[in-house]
């Protein structure tokens, strides 16, 4: 017997995607509506206005000439059966002849306008569904590039590939649907049912009033009954995409727990509870489409019903039976492509859902209107009265926090974990607002500058850096695009990387593997640091390595970071004294709590002080 999970698959961690953890602090997402979707495409068609008339012209063209055919082969028809082949000068026999040559000649026209029409539509629309594709994707690319660092921390990678592409593809289906099939339907049951009126407008009317029924029964079933449970089919799609993505990015992980069977078992569960969702999603669209059909075998036989009681009464011949009767299954052919229509547009727009949630979502962290480009260059910073809550947590984690660091001075942040600095280099770059007071730097408050400029200024070294799978010569001047080949290799000597980098076989041109994996801990630091060293930015933020690098990285390292602190405002969020002991001043936090400001020398003497127990548990470590 398979082992059996500890978490039902509805509480699989995972399944702690963006929705469901928003719900946990409260804020339910709102779901968005059908129509709301079917606007967002339609304003897209709109952008493109040429393509659009090109695509509608040509599906007007080619109904138009698909509705004459039948005219112009009925006139032939009659023309035909009228002619008695008498002699060629026979005035009416001419004029049939002549008639019926126009006739075929005026359907060769409409099945080359038909043709044309057709091309021209379909041309249209593959422009404009590419263009909108395009754009849709790409501006969703940007908002998700802007979300917070929060939203980011909440929401897989997985999922969020998954939402863009599967949304990007419902646009093709959803244009296709709505454009070429459901567009020409429409003419063609007007054109039909006006046709029918005319011959007689009691039919007319029956029919007009089971069109309207019949489409408002198929509108309501779908968004009604089969929409809510597609839409929970839908996460489970995303979740499902999440749960690979994770277990394919930590595939490391796994291997060395050789967990591999686990994490089939435990895609297994969200497979299964997705197949469940899709499951009743499918059997809902089948019970829908059937009630459809009894719908319209309802209607059928009310129309039937009432041309044989008119006929009953006297009021209709044997040719008004068979017109009604051509009309009727016509038009019930129509009748069942649309409702196979309107279902196809509720599943691209589900599936189009969580790609305009991502356009319905707040953005970020927003450049104020006018905004200025950041141009310090002492690096001054100052907390002034700073309150910051993170969202979701219920006690701020500053309150009225006053700090100056003074420009080219190193500052330490010390304390034990969780007491907030991480965070208060997190607010100098401006990933998050804080709740009241301003931050400075140089006397400039970090909101009256675009957020670019800003971090452009600002030389991050992280914890742990994470490298783009592109080669190594990139990596480093991402920092500044366009560095030369020279300044990439000599920012790398400076952070002693040149050695390393060269003995590669593919040198700089080497891919160093998703987020540089590579490379080894102390490597991709000082690849890090050579980055840091192409910004050359006035303000240096240096956030140690928890974990132990082995002692020939760690002296390599701290040598380069030596050189790059040189003529910088530098901040360090330090795990090991010994770096600290040297830095002009120490900041030690507590709980979000500046409880000790002064230089090492200073804070090792204080009785009972926080820094000096810190540092005699690192002795005794050491
Ligand atoms: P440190 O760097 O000193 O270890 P941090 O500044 O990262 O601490 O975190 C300070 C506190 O804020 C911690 O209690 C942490 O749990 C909380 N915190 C950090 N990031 C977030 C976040 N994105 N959302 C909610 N709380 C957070």
Redesign the pocket.
Known sequence: MPARSRYPAEELPFVSDSDQSAQKKGEKKRDIAFVEIVRFVMRRWLEHPAFLTRTLMGIALATIADVATPVLSGRLVTDISSHTGGAPHDASQLALRNDALLMVGGLIALGLVGLLGRRSSYLGITHLSLAIMQRALSQGFARVQRFS??WH?NNFAGSTVRKLTRGMWAIDTLDDTLLLLIAPEVLVLTGTTLVLAWHSPFMGAVLALSVVLFTWLSVVLTLRYVAPSARAANRWDTKVGAAIADAVTCNAVVKAFGAEHREERRLGRVLRAWSNRTLRTWIRGTNSANLQGFASLVMRMLLVALIVWQWWQGKAGPGDVAYVLTMVFLVQGYLRDLGQQVSQVQRSVNEMEELVAIFDEAPGVQDRKGAKKAAFTQGRVRFEKVTFQ????DTP?YQDLDVTISPGSRVALV?P????????TKLIQRLYDTSEGRVLIDDVNVRDVTQDSLRARIAIVPQEPMLFHRSLAENIAYARPGATQAEIERAARLANASAFIERLPEGYATLVGERGVKLSGGERQRVAIARAFLADAPLLIFDEATSSLDSESEVLVQDAMHRLMAGRTVIV?AHRLSTVMELDRILV?SK?KLMEDGAHGELVQREGGIYRRLFELQSLEG
């Open positions: 660092t929060d921390a993170y969202p979701g947590q984690l304390g974990s969780g007491s907030g600095k991480t965070t208060f969020v936090f979000g």
